[in-house]
């Protein structure tokens, strides 16, 4: 892709998270990560040279690949999608600076276990299946206060930072907003418990993902679009 259009849509990006995190306070910090799971491994080098750091992939095959070309750039890199158990290893030896997906306590045992035996520690997030999908991962609402602190509890490898959830699938933005508010309600609740990061929002609805109190967007196809 053509640099000037990357630019052009970044700009525009950070331009609605600017505007959408104004409405919500000057000291709410909203931080952008680029998802490019649609895209190819040189327009994510482009966002890089455009000042972008923080990318996010969804699959670990994928984020192995891409941070392995690109690690003479110190690009932060999330790991935004499910992880299968036979995948744990393979997520831990490319030290993703935020796994978002954790989304059970078998999943968070079964790290845990790993992490322990390479003496090493991961940052997550919960994931919240706000809208109570079934082709969603993630703990109900109900559960994810508990869980969060059954985590903290039995994983001392894990250093669970906050939650993350994808809003409602409908077009209804009452609903879709309505999601992002149970995540928001749980997420105020586990301040106490040491959580700073709330993420939710992609382009189809970031701005209002801010606006309901997410600081971290993941995003991906408004920033390829041509
Ligand atoms: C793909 C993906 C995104 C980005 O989606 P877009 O709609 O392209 O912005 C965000 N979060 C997760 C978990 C994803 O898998």
Same mark, same amino acid.
């Given at each position: #892709?053509?640099?000037?259009? %990357?630019?052009?849509?970044?700009? +525009?990006?950070i331009?609605?998270?600017?505007? !959408?995190?104004?409405e919500?306070?000057?000291?709410?910090?909203?931080?952008?990560? !680029?998802?490019?799971?649609?895209?190819?491994?040189?327009?994510?080098?482009?966002?890089?040279?455009l000042?972008?750091?923080?990318?996010?992939?969804?699959?670990?095959?994928?984020?192995?690949?891409?941070? +392995?070309?690109?690690e003479?750039?110190?690009?932060?890199?999330?790991?935004?999608?499910? %992880?299968?158990?036979?995948?744990?290893? +393979?997520?831990?030896?490319?030290?993703?600076?935020l796994?978002? !997906?954790?989304?059970?306590?078998?999943?968070?045992?079964?790290?845990?276990d790993?992490l322990?035996?390479k003496?090493?520690? %991961? /940052?997550?997030?919960?994931?919240?299946?706000?809208? !109570?999908? /079934?082709?969603?991962?993630?703990?109900?609402?109900? #559960?994810?206060?508990d869980?969060?602190?059954?985590?903290?509890?039995?994983?001392?490898?894990?250093?669970?930072?906050?939650? #993350?959830?994808?809003?409602?699938?409908?077009d209804?933005?009452?609903i879709?907003?309505?999601?992002?508010?149970?995540?928001?309600?749980?997420?105020?609740?586990?301040?106490?418990?040491?959580?700073t990061?709330?993420? #939710?929002?992609?382009?189809? /609805?970031y701005?209002?993902?801010? +606006?309901?109190?997410?600081?971290?967007?993941r995003?991906?196809?408004?920033?390829?679009?041509?």
């Open positions: #892709m053509n640099k000037e259009i %990357l630019r052009a849509n970044l700009d +525009k990006v331009w609605n998270i600017e505007k !959408a995190r104004l919500v306070s000057d000291h709410h910090i909203v931080k952008l990560v !680029a998802v490019g799971k649609y895209t190819s491994v040189e327009n994510i080098a482009t966002l890089y040279s000042g972008q750091r923080a990318f996010g992939e969804n699959q670990v095959q994928q984020l192995e690949a891409r941070s +392995k070309e690109l003479e750039l110190p690009i932060e890199w999330h790991m935004i999608g499910t %992880l299968q158990k036979n995948k744990i290893n +393979k997520l831990l030896d490319i030290r993703p600076s796994f978002q !997906a954790l989304d059970s306590i078998e999943l968070a045992l079964a790290l845990e790993r322990s035996n003496n090493q520690t %991961l /940052d997550c997030l919960l994931q919240i299946n706000s809208a !109570a999908e /079934d082709t969603k991962s993630g703990v109900s609402p109900q #559960m994810a206060i869980t969060y602190q059954e985590i903290i509890q039995k994983c001392p490898h894990i250093s669970l930072k906050g939650v #993350m959830s994808i809003g409602a699938h409908t209804d933005l009452q879709v907003q309505q999601s992002f508010e149970t995540t928001r309600k749980i997420f105020d609740t586990l301040q106490t418990n040491g959580a990061i709330c993420s #939710m929002g992609m382009s189809g /609805d701005e209002l993902a801010i +606006k309901c109190g997410s600081n971290l967007v995003v991906g196809s408004s920033l390829f679009e041509k």
